[in-house]
């Protein structure tokens, strides 16, 4: 493990995308998962002759080139593009007091969660600006240290 620049835990999509981007940026990565294969959510299996599919339920941000969206990132780094089907809204959650529909667009979000809880809205639209926040450090130190 002495050889390494970087380790990182699990081969799901955040990792598989933390550790590209990390080696693009001339970093040696070691990826290490406890599962059989990589991918996380992202593989598919065969059973009993039916083949099927366990990715991702949404995938947000990636027929979006301002994505923050970090497997947008390595196929913007790599110079790809996937086919993407967008659609909005991405779902529905249902509650007691109301479906919520779960849109891609921030802004459009919190307008529907404000139509639920105007509390709730004000808190996600502040816990939001904290992760933005975290993020443009986080941007600005890796950045930095390449």
């Known amino acids: ?11 799901g ?19 290490c998962e406890s ?8 593989h598919s299996f065969t059973c009993q002759g039916f083949h099927f599919d366990s990715g991702l339920s949404f995938d947000c941000g990636l027929a979006d080139p301002n994505s ?3 497997l947008q990132k390595v196929l ?12 909005d ?4 959650y249902h509650f ?23 509390q709730g809205a004000k808190e996600l639209q502040q816990f939001q600006d904290h992760l933005l926040r975290l993020y443009d450090v986080v941007s600005k130190e890796f950045h930095q240290s390449l």
């Open 68 to 70: 923050l969206n970090p």
């Open 13 to 31: 999509i955040g990792g598989l995308v933390a550790g590209a981007m990390l080696a693009y940026y001339g970093k040696k990565v070691v990826i």
């Open 35 to 42: 599962h059989a294969i990589p991918g996380g959510a992202a």
């Open 96 to 118: 007691p007091e109301g479906s919520l529909p779960v849109y891609g667009d921030r802004s459009s979000y919190l307008k529907a969660v404000s139509k639920l809880t105007t």
């Open 1 to 11: 493990m002495k050889n390494f620049d970087v380790v990182v835990i699990g081969s």
């Open 76 to 87: 913007e780094i790599l110079g790809e593009s996937i086919e993407t089907v967008v659609y």
């Open 89 to 92: 809204p991405l779902g529905h």
